[in-house]
């Protein structure tokens, strides 16, 4: 019934930007938290970063200082801005949206890639 929709992935080159987008197609009354993980070729699933309806942020230790998250819960839509890119963040980014009452839900991810 609800479908995430990631955008905004691509290849970009070491130290560029890169902004991602997601937004459900579905109705979701209340979020709790909207957010990124991600996962590059073998290896675990990851948080990139989180963000709450109050507005605190959280950030993993990979990406603090590089990365900033930010929402519009009304448009269930959460955007990933991504700057000085490395090599390493090359992964699948996958969005997560958690309402207050109900189960997560995923997209189905978009490619990062970062390369020379």
């Known amino acids: 019934q609800v479908q995430l929709v990631e955008s905004g992935g691509g290849l970009v080159q070491p130290g560029g930007s890169l902004r991602l987008s997601c937004a459900a197609s579905g109705i979701i009354l209340s979020i709790d938290v909207m957010g990124w993980y991600r996962q590059a070729p073998g290896k675990e699933r990851e948080l990139v970063a989180t963000i709450t309806r109050g507005g605190r942020t959280n950030y993993g230790d990979s990406v603090k200082g590089r990365f900033t998250i930010s929402g519009e819960n009304a448009k269930n839509t959460v955007y990933l801005q991504m700057s000085s890119l490395k090599a390493e963040d090359t992964a699948v980014y996958y969005c997560?949206?958690?309402?207050?009452?109900?189960?997560?839900?995923w997209g189905q991810g978009t490619q990062v890639t970062v390369s020379s």
């Open positions: 997560i949206i958690r309402p207050v009452l109900a189960n997560t839900y």
